[in-house]
């Protein structure tokens, strides 16, 4: 992907992620979507078991398999079918991706920056801090318009 296709898809996803990232109106239930729609709806686990095709204490054991977190997406496509549900999956950031990708480029900056820094002290050279800020801003930006996987690569 280019990297000026990647800034858009950033600035579309991070769009999409406004009103899910600050809402606990999507947080899991305690005890699980599963188990709190079928209570909602008034249906017993056999009743759903009978709609997926399993035993009554497979549906148990699926209730339990949620809120453990070892239910994989196929089986929680099938429940959400049964239960009348759309599923809905998503991984949220927890900040903008567009703050994700400035962060890291300026962590990255800074360490390059840093060992820069050091090599020249030890040559009795000394950066003047309005240029190491200038600098520091200058290759933020610079690795932000790449912002390939680069930016991932562990030194």
């Known amino acids: 992907m280019r ?3 990647r800034v858009l898809a950033r600035r579309q996803l991070d769009k999409r992620f406004v009103s899910l990232r600050d809402s ?8 699980g979507w599963v188990k709190a729609i079928r209570e909602a709806l008034g249906m017993t686990t056999r009743q759903l078991g009978k709609r997926l095709g399993v035993s009554q204490p497979r549906v148990t054991e699926i209730e339990k398999a949620e809120v453990s977190g070892s ?3 196929g089986s929680l496509q099938r429940v959400a079918n049964a239960l009348d549900c759309q599923l809905i999956y998503a ?3 927890r900040d903008p991706l567009e703050s994700l990708v400035e962060q890291r480029a300026e ?3 800074l360490r390059h920056l840093k060992s820069t ?8 050279q000394s950066v003047d801090p309005d240029e190491a800020r200038e600098q ?7 690795l932000v318009e790449q912002s390939g996987s680069v930016l991932w690569e562990d030194e």
Request: charged share 20%; net charge negative; aromatic share 6%.
């Open 107 to 109: 962590d990255l900056a």
């Open 136 to 142: 520091l801003k200058q290759l933020v930006q610079e």
């Open 91 to 93: 991984f949220v950031p």
């Open 71 to 73: 239910i994989t997406l």
């Open 24 to 31: 606990q109106a999507w947080a899991r239930p305690p005890r």
């Open 117 to 124: 820094s050091h090599s020249m002290a030890l040559e009795a």
């Open 3 to 5: 990297p000026q296709d």
